[in-house]
């Protein structure tokens, strides 16, 4: 029951810059809640990458930064490289579901 | 250093119950506010649900397609958190995460995830 809307798939040439969208409503990102990031590598658990909307963990490289705006939130990757291949997803919290919401997750394709 | 390992996962038939365990270490277990988030073979991640702390109230909040069926608990003797699964359904089979609950509301820290596969 993902309540957060992201695309199915972005690609993009080694080096360029892509952005994932997040998009969700007025009772989670809307209402001010936080939206953080994660990563999951084909066939691993996932990964935070981003937390707080724009805060990178400790060992996230710099090419990875949030932003947040309104309802919607987005990912940016710039300088892609091979091993960013992965699905990312964006959570959030939900006040009328009192809990978490995830994205509906984006392949992230290297060309 | 902070580990998460899940166990309890298998094969169980519609209707049947299971209880998953996530043994926690690295970190004050008791203060830590915990989620369990599954995923489906091939699918999204999927917040099942969280407890807080004791010192919080112990309060569980459980995502609608669990609850009534679902139930976490913690063992703060034991560093252990819990799965109740009752009720199962074929579209409970995924992959089942325990992760840490940070006070900004993601997921810090993630176990390994056991598998439950519900089919007759």
């Known amino acids: 029951q993902s309540v957060l809307t992201q695309p199915p798939s972005v690609s993009g040439a080694l080096g360029q810059r892509v952005t994932i969208s997040c998009t969700g409503s007025?009772?989670?990102?809307?209402?001010?809640?936080?939206v953080h990031w994660y990563q999951q590598l084909p066939g691993t658990v996932p990964k935070l990458l981003i937390y707080?909307?724009?805060y990178r963990p400790s060992g996230v490289p710099d090419r990875f930064s949030g932003s947040k705006s309104g309802t919607s939130a987005s990912l940016a990757i710039s300088g892609l490289q091979a091993e960013d291949e992965a699905d990312y997803y964006c959570?959030?919290?939900?006040?009328?579901?009192?809990?978490?919401?995830f994205g509906t997750g984006t392949k992230v394709t290297v060309l | 250093e902070v580990q998460l390992v899940e166990s309890g996962g298998g094969l169980v038939k519609p209707g049947g119950s299971l209880r998953l365990s996530c043994a926690a270490s690295?970190?004050?277990?008791?203060?830590?506010?915990m989620s369990w988030v599954r995923q489906a073979p091939g699918k999204g991640l999927e917040w099942v649900g969280r407890?807080?702390?004791?010192?919080?109230?112990?309060?569980?909040y459980y995502a609608a397609p669990v609850k009534g069926r679902f139930t976490i608990s913690r063992d703060d003797s034991t560093d252990t958190l819990y799965l109740q699964m009752n009720s199962l359904k074929t579209e409970d089979t995924a992959v089942y995460y325990c992760?840490?609950?940070?006070?900004?509301?993601?997921?810090?820290?993630w176990g390994q995830g056991t598998l439950v596969t519900v089919s007759s």
């Open positions: 690295g970190f004050t277990f008791s203060n830590a506010w």
């Open positions: 007025s009772s989670n990102i809307g209402a001010g809640y936080y």
């Open positions: 959570q959030s919290y939900d006040s009328n579901l009192s809990g978490f919401v």
């Open positions: 407890i807080k702390s004791n010192k919080n109230g112990g309060t569980t």
């Open positions: 992760t840490t609950d940070s006070s900004s509301y993601y997921c810090d820290y």
């Open positions: 707080g909307n724009g």
